[in-house]
């Protein structure tokens, strides 16, 4: 199951950015972070993809979502300036971000290849 964010369960899941200047992961499993907003036709392409992804990798993978709009400071924070941004973020390692509506076989590839998680 997809889950939505705010910038208190951000702290909690992935970074606590009020407490420490370098990255720092705080989940256990690696995770993809979906930046979205309702309005955006591409962000609603990607969906439905996330959706099977959070299912076919359930216990390997976590994957939020963040809307742009009520979460400004999070958008601002990595610097999101155009939506769908997916950041993929590794146990260890530094996150890297993708932009725009991939398909199911380039986000098969970076879980592969960037979060290390085989389904």
């Known amino acids: 199951m997809v889950e939505h964010l705010t ?3 951000f702290k909690e899941k992935v970074f606590d950015f009020e407490n420490n200047k370098e990255w720092k992961f705080e989940g256990d499993k690696p995770c993809l972070i979906d930046f979205y907003a309702d309005w955006c036709q591409p962000c609603k392409m ?3 993809i ?3 992804l959070s299912e076919e990798y359930d216990g390997k993978l976590d994957i939020y ?3 742009t709009e009520a979460q400004q400071e ?3 924070m990595f610097g999101i ?3 769908p941004s997916l950041l993929f973020v590794p146990v260890d390692g530094q ?3 993708a932009q725009g509506a991939l398909p199911k076989d380039t986000f098969e590839r970076a879980i592969k290849d ?3 998680v085989e389904k």
Do not use: N
Request: aromatic share 0%; hydrophobic share 40%; net charge negative.
């Open 65 to 67: 979502k963040v809307d």
């Open 46 to 48: 990607v969906a439905p």
């Open 74 to 76: 999070l958008a601002g």
């Open 7 to 9: 910038k208190e369960t």
């Open 114 to 116: 960037v979060l290390k």
């Open 50 to 52: 996330l959706e099977e």
């Open 95 to 97: 996150p890297q971000m």
């Open 81 to 83: 300036q155009s939506i």
